[in-house]
Structures are given as C-alpha cells and as structure tokens.
C-alpha cells in the first residue's frame, strides 16, 4: 500500500488530538470498545511516518542510528504492512461504518427536526426510512408508494404533498402520518407500524396487527433494526 506520510500524518494527529479533546471533554468517544488498542496503532502509525529513519522507538527508546541505517527497505515494509494489518484487524471492533448504514445519506438533520416537530423518535424514523425504501427518495414501490418514506398517492395529497419524491416533503409527511398513527394507538408502535404498513383498516378489523406475513414482518424489522442499528 502506498502511503503520503504528509497527509496522513496529518489525519492521525487529528484524530489522536480529537480523542484526546473527547477524553478531556467527558464526552464519549467514538472508539469506545477499543480506546486502548486504536490509539497505540494509530500513534505507532504517526510515529513511523514523521520520522523516516525510525530512530526512536514508540516508548521513546533511541536506536543506534548504526542500527537504524542498516534497517533495509523490506524489514521496513513489512513492519509497515503489519501496522496496518493490525489496524485492519482493529476498526472493525471500533464499529467504524459507513455513516449511511446509520443514518439515511445527509437526513439526519430533516429527520431531527421532524422527530422534534412531531414528537417521533428519530431512530423509528430511520429504520422507517431504511426499511421502506432503502434510503432512496427515488423510490417508487409496485403499488404506487413513493420516496423515503413510500407514501400512498392519497396519503400524500391528505398532507399537503406537493413533490413526494422531495426528501423534506416526504420526512415530514411521513413522520406526520407516523405520528397521527401512534397518537391514534395509544402510543403502541406495533400498531402504528402495522397500520402504515398494511392501512388502520386492517388493524380494526383484526382488532391487531393484521395476520399478513408482510406486515408483521414489516414490524418486526423496523422494530428490530430500531434496537440493533440506530441505538
């Protein structure tokens, strides 16, 4: 793997400085499971890049520089390729993912402001989202649902839709109807899920979650994926 040690010297003293300013701070860091381990790595990583002869050690030893001369450029790749071999092996535990598994690609302020407006857990909102439509506000389902948070052609229109494929008009639609959904259950999201999935028809009918194997799977993924992904 070929390296610029200028920038990415720079990216770790940043990331080491931003831990540190986290630590200070008594705010959480995103490295939570495996402080210890990632800041070794990343400050060996930083020690070996500022300074091309490895005349110090990470414990602030000197090498004789006879020794650090005779250092030939094969032991010095493979003590590279181990480093980041390590730290391969590392940020998996350290839960480092693309933001998008997440969050829903550059919503998350639409879907913190709807959370706020409408009083819906954002995290419900999100996993909504993923699982209706997968994040894409292109979406268009075979039954005619629309946008991040497939809504009908009618629901829509009761809402004052005007573009449902428009990410802020279908957040807040969405989470509008969500809301009104919940409110009308009592505050059982069960019920609110099943009846945005499967329409509050369904739900009085069967005095519950309908006994369709769509929508009682549709909650329990959206329910599951609140637990797992977005807590």
């Known amino acids: 793997m070929t390296v610029n040690p200028s920038i990415m010297a720079q990216l770790l003293s940043l990331s080491l400085c931003s831990g540190i300013q986290n630590q200070s701070s008594d705010q959480q860091s995103p490295f939570s499971s495996t402080d210890h381990d ?13 300074n091309d002869s490895y005349s110090t050690s990470g414990s602030g030893r000197s ?8 250092a030939s450029s094969i032991s010095s790749t493979n003590s590279d390729q181990m ?39 954002a995290p419900l909102i999100r996993s909504v989202i993923d699982t209706e439509s997968g994040g894409n506000p292109s979406a268009t389902s075979s039954s005619g649902a629309m946008g991040l948070m497939q809504l009908m052609p009618s629901t829509a229109a009761d809402l004052g839709v005007t573009n449902p494929y428009d990410p802020a008009q279908n957040i807040e639609a969405g989470t509008r109807y969500l809301s009104q959904l919940i409110k009308r259950y009592n505050g059982d999201n069960r ?14 009918k069967y005095g519950g979650i309908p006994p369709f194997p769509e929508t009682q799977a549709y909650v329990s993924k959206v329910l599951s994926k609140v637990q797992q992904t977005y807590v």
Not at 38 to 50: E, H, R
Not at 63 to 70: K, L
């Open 191 to 204: 019920l609110a899920l099943a009846a945005y999935n499967a329409g509050s028809g369904a739900v009085q």
């Open 83 to 121: 480093l980041w071999q390590q730290l391969a092996d590392t940020l998996p535990a350290l839960n480092i993912t693309d933001s998008s598994k997440k969050s829903d690609s550059g919503y998350d302020m639409i879907i913190q402001e709807m959370s706020t407006k409408y009083s819906v857990p």
């Open 38 to 50: 990632a800041t070794q790595l990343f400050g060996s990583l930083l020690a070996m890049m500022m």
């Open 63 to 70: 090498i004789p520089s006879e020794r650090a001369s005779s």
